[in-house]
C-alpha cells in the first residue's frame, strides 16, 4: 500500500530539524536522511547487517533489537510531492532508536565513533519527555486540528453503538439494594417496583456514568434526550446503556458495576462510600480530571496519550 500525504511539516529536536508528515490513514511519517540526521549519524562507519536500515544495522547493535523495534523498522512507501513513490518510517522509530543506543552504551557495547550517537540520543529522550513525537509533528503538520475531531469518532464509535441495543437488565437488582441501604432507608427498597426515582438517577450518573469520557456521555445524552410527559414528568426515552456498544462500552459498563457495588457492599453509609469510592476509583476520576483539563486548555493535548 503506498500512503497518501495529507499534513507536512518540520520538527526541531534538540538541534536537529527534521521534515515530518502525516498520510491520509493516520501515519506519521519521517525519512531514513532524517533519522540519521536526528542522531547525527553517518551513513558510512560500522560494518552493517543486510536488512536492517543503516542507521541501525550496525552487527554491535542487532543483539539490541527487539521484536517490537524489528517490526518497526520495514520502511512504508509513500507517494513523494513530485509522484515518485519513496519509503520513510514510522517517525516513533526515532526515540526507540535513541533508547536502543542508550542501552547499548549503558552495556558498553558501542564503539567510540557511536559514543556521539549515544550523546544525541540523550538529547533525543529529553527533548521528547515533555512532548511526544506524535504531538510534535501533528502541532508542526497542523494535523492536529484534523486529529481531534477524527479521535473523537473513534472513541465515539468504540462506546456507542449506532443500532441501538435492545432493553436487557443490565443494573443487577443489588445494585438497586445497596444504593437504598447506603441511604438507611432499606426498608423502602421494592424490588418489584423498576421505576427509580430521580435521585438514584443522579448517583447512577455521578458515580457510574461519571467516569466514563465527556464525549462518549455528551453524544448519549444528545441521542437519548430529556422528553416531558403529558403531566409535565421529564424522562429520558432509553436507558442510557442502551447506546453502548457490546465490543466496549458495555464491557466497561459491566466491569465498572461489579467493582462499585464491591465498594459499596463493604461501606457504612453515603459518607463512607463516597471516601472508598475515590480511594478505590482514584485513577478513573484522575484521568477523568486530566481530560477536564484538557478540555479547557488548561494541559497541552499531548499528555492525552
Known sequence: MVEEITHSGYIEIGEATLYSFVTKTGKR???????????????????????????????????????????????IQYRAKNGKIAEAYDASIIPRVADLYIEAHDKGALTVPQEQVYNRSMTIVRALAKVGITALIDEATGYQYDRESQALQKLLSAYISEDLMKWQVRFPREFYE??????????????????????????????????????????????????ESARNIAYRGHKNFQFLTESVGIPQLDKHLAKLIGVMQLSDNMDNFDKNFNKVFAKEIERKKMQDDIKNGLLPLDLQA
Open 29 to 75: 511519517l519521517i525519512t531514513a536522511t532524517d533519522v540519521f540526521k536526528a542522531v547525527g549519524r553517518s551513513r558510512r562507519g560500522n560494518i552493517r547487517v543486510d536488512g536492517y536500515p543503516a542507521f541501525i544495522g550496525a552487527r554491535n547493535l542487532i543483539q539490541f533489537i527487539d521484536d517490537d523495534l524489528r517490526a518497526e523498522l520495514k520502511p
Open 178 to 227: 445497596q444504593i437504598y441501604r447506603l441511604h438507611g432507608i432499606s426498608d423502602k427498597f421494592n424490588p418489584q417496583n423498576t421505576k427509580r426515582p430521580q435521585w438514584i438517577g443522579n448517583f447512577t450518573n455521578k458515580y457510574v456514568y461519571g467516569t466514563f469520557p465527556d464525549s462518549v456521555m455528551s453524544e448519549i445524552r444528545k441521542r437519548n434526550p430529556v422528553k
